[in-house]
């Protein structure tokens, strides 16, 4: 396995403040609207991440005229109707929301597309968009039934459903809304649990006239997107390690600004909150994003129960929320977390089995996981399951282990955060 780490973390603590890189669900739908819409849409603080990189490199595919000088992005797009069809295939890489919401974008246009990802999107499943597509007349071919990638999709006239969601998941709702766009008539969506937003956010900032109403989105299709500017937040899924990192490592206290706040992904905050972090969080911009400047400590935590309405608005940080969870003084329970086990990897389990080998006392249920703390951890050998957020999550675990971790294959890293290791050899220091 490539890019594996040794580190020996003893004895130190993390003093200082980091700007977290771009939110990765905003940069992907920045690139996205930006291509739809005529005209030139500008975005600033874009994260360089790979995923964010897949779902530039496939509008460039379809003839979208995309320049990226650092975080600020160009996009001058002559509309999606004169989108090209592209000779190749579309390669979505490690990214789900590429997958799922470009489903749903090109569904409704004029053209003949195949796309593909890399292993772990091939295990992902589609069935819970292509599904819903298919009822608004999509045309989609894959494996099992249009269940995994390759999918194949010959576009064409769409007409609107309203549809109440099964699962809590922000990429079915987007491509559903995102193929609203081009159907006949007035879609709407139902969810019981709120998922992100963003895609309701930035349709209102490129122009479209969209009603958000207790878990009911409505808009009627045929609608122009306007082309605009769009600031992304730094992203409050990254700023998760060093939250929890912060709150555990003895002597610790970090600061980030310009953090995506937004209510629908701030769980996190609610939970440090409840489990008794020494933190400050000062809200800064009420613009299409809400941000903050967060400042964590070194804390005396309390277990917790994290379930129900909370678990959409944390989803990518239970992982790091587990870790959380084996220091503070207690029992944590968390439920109705099985959408984890189809992510990038099973979440679920490997969380269970990677914090296992470091000594913490951690059991996997059927929806969620039961941690009892607080657990002084060891070494160990671990592996990231080629899962960003798994990486993330054992680089952490280093930073309070008695003897070294060894974590293979941290190069996933880059998926959402490029620049994780430079941050910790900013707020490290040695005691
Ligand atoms: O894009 P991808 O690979 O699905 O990324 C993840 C992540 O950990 O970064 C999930 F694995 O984030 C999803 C998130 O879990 C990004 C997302 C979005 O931008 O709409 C929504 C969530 O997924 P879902 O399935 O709940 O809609």
Known sequence: ????????????????????????????????????????????????????????????????????????????????????????????????????????????THLHTVMTGDA???KRPMRRVTDPLRLMGAKIAGRENGQYTPLAIQGTQLKAIDYTMPVASAQVKSAILLAGLRAEGTTVVREKEISRDHTERMLK???????????????????????????????ISS??????????????????????????RAGIIEVLEKMGADMEVIEDDHAAEPTATITIRT??????????????????EIPIIALLATQAKGTTVIRNAEELKVKETDRLSAVVAELKKLGANIEATDDGMIIQGPTPLHGGHLQSYGDHRMGMMSVVASFISSSPIEIDDTDCIAVSYPSFFEHVRKLKNEI
Request: proline share 3%; charged share 20%; glycine share 12%.
């Open 1 to 108: 396995m490539s890019s594996t780490k040794i580190l020996d973390n003893k004895n130190i603590r993390l003093q200082g403040s980091i700007t977290v890189p771009g939110d990765k669900s905003i940069s992907h739908r920045s690139i996205m609207f930006g291509s739809i819409a005529k005209g030139k849409t500008t975005v600033s603080g874009f994260l360089l991440g790979e995923d964010c990189l897949s779902t530039i490199d496939c509008f460039r595919k379809l003839g979208v005229d995309i320049e990226v000088n650092g975080t600020d992005v160009t996009i001058q797009s002559n509309g999606i109707d004169k989108w090209e069809e592209p000779k190749e295939v579309l390669y979505t890489g490690n990214s789900g929301t590429t997958t799922r919401l470009m489903l749903g974008i090109l569904s409704g």
């Open 239 to 264: 700023a998760a390690f060093f939250l929890v990192a912060g709150a555990i490592t003895p002597n610790s206290e970090i600061t980030m600004n310009n953090v995506g706040v937004n209510p629908t």
């Open 120 to 122: 772990s999107i091939g």
């Open 205 to 235: 900032q490129f122009g479209a006239n969209i009603e958000v109403r207790e878990g009911v989105v409505s808009f009627e299709g045929g609608q122009q997107l306007h082309a605009t500017h769009v600031n992304v937040p730094g992203d």
């Open 299 to 316: 804390s005396s935590l309390q277990g917790t129960t994290i379930e129900g309405e909370m678990i959409p608005r944390l989803i990518d």
